[in-house]
C-alpha cells in the first residue's frame, strides 16, 4: 500500500503539470474546457486504478497468509523456516508431494494423448484397434504345399523366402448392458486370402477374415455366435511362424474356423474348481479342394453340410481349476452334423474329443487334444478330405473316411519374456479305406493318409509391444501311391504389436 500511493500522487502532480502547461497554450475556449474534461476523467481513472491496486494487496496478503498456514499444517518449511538439512522428514515430505505432482501431470498428459488418438464409432461406445505387424522367413529343404506356412510336405526341391502375409489386423468392442449382461465383439483378419501373385515369397496377398466373436457375459452364462475354431478344441500351440494357419494344422489340431452360436453355462461346485457346460450349432464348411478326378468332382457353391439343410451340432464338458494366470482344464467332447453331396450319396461327419491344459510346474505346462471320429476334413483334419470316390464302368464308388489324432504340447515359460515350446501332432486315415481310390500322378492331398508335424520354438519378448522367434519343423507326410515325404521347415519372425 506505501508504494502505490506516491505512485498515485506522483501521477497526480504530473496530470496537473499537464493540464497548467496545455492551460498557458493558445487555445480557444472551448479547447481549454474539452482539455479539463479530459483531465477530470484521468483523474477519476486514477483514483480507480488506485483502489483496485488497494484491493489486490489485501488479497495477496490474504493468500499469503493461506499458504503459510497450509505449510504448517504440512510440516513444510516456510519463507523463513529452518533450513531443509535440520527437518529431513519435511523434505522427504515435499519430495514425494512434488513427485506426485509430477505423474499426475504425466497421467493427465497421456489420457489427452489417448484421448486424441481414440478411435470413434457410431455407437459412441469404446473400440480398439490392435494387431501385430509380423515378418517371417522361412527355409524348407523339400518341397511343401505352401512355402511361407506349410502343413504338408510333397516331393521335389526346397524354397527360401520370406513374407509379411501372416500380419493380422484385429478390432475391439465393448457395447451396451443387454438383459443384466455386458456386450463385447472382436474381429480379425490378416492378408494370407488368395493366391500369390509372384510365387511364394509374395508379401502383399488379399484381406482374409479370420475369426470373429460377439458375446454377452452375464456372471456364469455366455450367449455367443463367432467364426472361430469348434469349442472342441479350446486350445492351440504356441507359433509366430505358423500363424495363418495355426500350428500343427491338418496334424492334429482342430482348427478350422466356422460359423456358430451358441451358449455355455459355469456351474462352481468348490471355490477352486467350476464345470463348463457348452452347446452351439455349427455350419461346416466344406474341407480344401482336393487334386484328383476334377472332371468328375463339380464345383459347387454351398457346402455338403448347408445342402443337407441342418446345422452341425457340437457340446463340450470341462472341469476348470484356476491358477495363477493359467486355467487348468480337462475336457470332453462331441459333434455330429449331416451332410448331402450333389447328386450323391448322404453321409455323417462325428468326433468324439478329448483336451487338457494342465500345470505341472510354475513354469512348466503341458497342452493337448485327441480326437476319433469320421468326415472330418471340415474341422481341419481327416488329410484334408471327408470321403473319398472313383467313377468305374459307369457306377460311382464312395466312402466316408474314419479319421483319428491328436496333438500336444510342453511349454517353459521362463518368464515373462522368454518362454519354449514343443509340440507334436499327428492326423491319420486308414491307409486301406484310401488305397482303392487313390489316383496316380504326383503326391497330393487326395492320396494323403497321415500327417505328422514336430515343432520346437523359442519365442522372446524384450518388451509388450516386441516379439521374436525362431522355429524349427519336421513334416512327414505319408501317401498312399507313393513314398513318405518329408521336410525340415526352419522360420524365423519378428512382430511388432499395437
Same mark, same amino acid.
Given at each position: 500500500?506505501?508504494?502505490? *500511493? ?90 514425494? /508431494? ?55 510336405? *510333397? ?16 478390432? !475391439? ?18 492378408? !494370407? ?8 515369397? !509374395? ?33 492351440? =500351440? ?59 468332382? =463339380? ?7 448347408? #445342402? ?8 463340450? *464338458? ?69 470321403? /473319398? ?37 499327428? !492326423? ?5 479305406? #484310401? ?6 500322378? =504326383? ?56
Amino acid at each position: 500500500m506505501k508504494k502505490c *500511493l506516491p505512485r498515485a500522487a506522483t501521477a497526480r502532480t504530473a496530470v496537473a503539470v499537464v493540464a497548467a502547461i496545455l492551460s498557458s497554450l493558445p487555445h480557444s475556449a472551448r479547447a481549454q474546457e474539452s482539455v479539463a474534461e479530459k483531465i477530470e476523467q484521468l483523474d477519476g481513472l486514477m483514483i480507480r486504478v488506485q483502489a483496485q491496486l488497494e484491493q489486490s494487496e489485501h488479497e495477496l496478503k490474504d493468500i499469503q497468509q493461506q499458504l503459510s498456514a497450509l505449510r504448517g499444517q504440512a510440516g513444510l518449511p516456510g519463507k523463513n523456516a529452518p533450513d531443509a538439512a535440520a527437518n529431513p522428514a519435511a523434505t522427504q515430505l515435499a519430495a514425494a /508431494v512434488e513427485e506426485l505432482r509430477e505423474k499426475q501431470d504425466m497421467q493427465e498428459s497421456q489420457v489427452a494423448a489417448q484421448e486424441q488418438a481414440k478411435v470413434g464409432s457410431e455407437s459412441r461406445y469404446p473400440v480398439t484397434l490392435s494387431g501385430m505387424i509380423l515378418f517371417n522367413g522361412f527355409m524348407n529343404t523339400h518341397a511343401v504345399d505352401a512355402a511361407p506356412a506349410p502343413t504338408i510336405a *510333397l516331393s521335389g526341391p526346397g524354397t527360401t523366402g520370406a513374407s509379411l502375409r501372416q500380419s493380422v489386423l484385429g478390432i !475391439d468392442a465393448s457395447g451396451p448392458h443387454v438383459f443384466g449382461s455386458q456386450s463385447h465383439a472382436d474381429l480379425r483378419i490378416d492378408f !494370407d486370402g488368395g493366391q500369390p501373385d509372384s510365387g511364394y515369397t !509374395d508379401v502383399v496377398g488379399s484381406v482374409r477374415l479370420r475369426t470373429a466373436h460377439a458375446e454377452l457375459d452375464w456372471q456364469h452364462t455366455k450367449a455367443f455366435f463367432s467364426l472361430d475354431r469348434p469349442i472342441l478344441s479350446p486350445d492351440a =500351440p504356441t507359433s509366430l511362424t505358423a500363424v495363418a494357419e495355426p500350428a500343427l494344422a491338418w496334424s492334429g489340431n482342430l482348427w478350422a474356423w466356422n460359423p456358430q452360436a451358441g451358449v455355455s453355462e459355469e456351474l462352481p461346485i468348490h471355490r477352486a474348481a467350476s464345470i463348463e457346460m457348452q452347446a452351439a450349432l455349427i455350419d461346416v464348411a466344406n474341407p480344401p479342394s482336393t487334386i484328383s478326378n476334377a472332371a468328375t468332382l =463339380p464345383l459347387i457353391a454351398p457346402s455338403t453340410a448347408e #445342402l443337407s439343410r441342418w446345422p452341425g451340432v457340437e457340446a463340450r *464338458l470341462s472341469l476348470l481349476h484356476p491358477i495363477a494366470d493359467s486355467a487348468t482344464h480337462f475336457g470332453v467332447g462331441g459333434f455330429f452334423a449331416p451332410h448331402r453331396t450333389a447328386g450323391g450319396p448322404d453321409f455323417k461327419s462325428w468326433a468324439g474329443t478329448a483336451d487338457f491344459h494342465l500345470p505341472v510346474f510354475s513354469h512348466f505346462e503341458l497342452v493337448g487334444s485327441a480326437y476319433r471320429g469320421q468326415a472330418l476334413g471340415g474341422l481341419g483334419a481327416g488329410a484334408y478330405k471327408d470321403s /473319398v470316390y472313383s467313377v468305374y464302368d459307369g457306377e460311382t464308388y464312395f466312402r466316408t473316411l474314419d479319421d483319428m489324432g491328436g496333438w500336444m504340447q510342453a511349454k517353459q515359460k521362463i518368464n515373462q519374456r522368454l518362454e519354449f515350446n514343443e509340440a507334436f501332432g499327428i !492326423d491319420d486315415v486308414p491307409a486301406y479305406q #484310401l488305397r482303392p481310390y487313390a489316383i496316380a500322378g =504326383p503326391s497330393s492331398y487326395y492320396d494323403l493318409a497321415r500327417n505328422r508335424t514336430f515343432t520346437s520354438n523359442v519365442i522372446f519378448r524384450p518388451s509388450a509391444y516386441l516379439v521374436y522367434s525362431i522355429e524349427y519343423r519336421r513334416i512327414e507326410s505319408s501317401y498312399v501311391n507313393s513314398p513318405t515325404a518329408w521336410s525340415d521347415v526352419i522360420g524365423i519372425a519378428a512382430g511388432y504389436r499395437f
